[in-house]
């Protein structure tokens, strides 16, 4: 989980670096930068329903928390990669 949020955040500032750059121009992306984002974005969506069916199935309330806490996360990071594509 740890390595899919530090992935998620280094490619979030390599983005942000690109749109900055070519603000006055149409954002423009390698096809292995898109096949980046896609594998990002499938993860993101993986996680958080892997994590809310464990959150489901959890009996204990701190482990239920917890992996309540880690889906909304990367629900977080899924919707604020598809807001800086729009």
Do not use: G, W
Not at 1 to 7: K, L, P
Not at 41 to 58: F, I, V
């Amino acid at each position: 989980m740890c390595r899919v949020s530090c992935i998620f955040f280094i490619f979030m500032r390599i983005l942000k670096l690109k749109l900055t750059k070519r603000r006055r121009r149409m954002m423009q992306l390698s096809t292995k930068e898109l096949l980046y984002l896609d594998d990002i974005l499938t993860m993101q969506q993986n996680m958080t329903k892997t994590l809310n069916d464990y959150a489901t199935r959890c009996q204990d309330p701190q482990l239920k928390a917890l992996c309540q806490n880690l889906a909304n996360r990367c629900q977080n990071n899924f919707n604020s990669l598809i807001r800086h594509l729009s």
